[in-house]
Nanobody, 115 residues
Framework: VQLQASGGGLVQPGRSLRLSCAAS????????VGWFRQAPGKEREGVAC????????YYVDSVKGRFTISRDNAKNTMYLQMSSLKLDDTAVYYC?????????WGQGTLVTVSS
């Protein structure tokens, strides 16, 4: 099982960015998947996820209405569309898949929001 995250970069406040996470060794639509982030000096937090049991999306309050998680089953890839980015969104973003009994992580992609 492997997850390969990409799409991070430097972006100005208010702009958009899309992160991608390509999966191999398993099919994304079979398991719960999500995005986490870790800002400098802070603990890793869950940002968004899609639960496998009902395909519902969940978001942390700070990104609701701005971020959208999705997956393309044909490409076996998940995405995090981030809009109206704020300075506080600066962090390393990690994709995650819960493939019982293990959690799998992508390598992280840095998003820097700065003017």
């Amino acid at each position: 099982v492997q997850l390969q995250a990409s799409g991070g970069g430097l972006v100005q406040p208010g702009r958009s960015l899309r992160l991608s996470c390509a999966a191999s060794g398993f099919t994304l639509d079979t398991y719960s998947v999500g995005w986490f982030r870790q800002a400098p000096g802070k603990e890793r937090e869950g940002v968004a996820c899609i639960r496998d049991s009902d395909d519902r999306e969940y978001y942390v309050d700070s990104v609701k209405g701005r971020f959208t998680i999705s997956r393309d089953n044909a490409k076996n890839t998940m995405y995090l569309q981030m809009s109206s980015l704020k300075l506080d969104d600066t962090a390393v973003y990690y994709c995650n898949a819960y493939v019982p009994p293990d959690n799998y992580w992508g390598q992280g992609t840095l998003v820097t929001v700065s003017s």
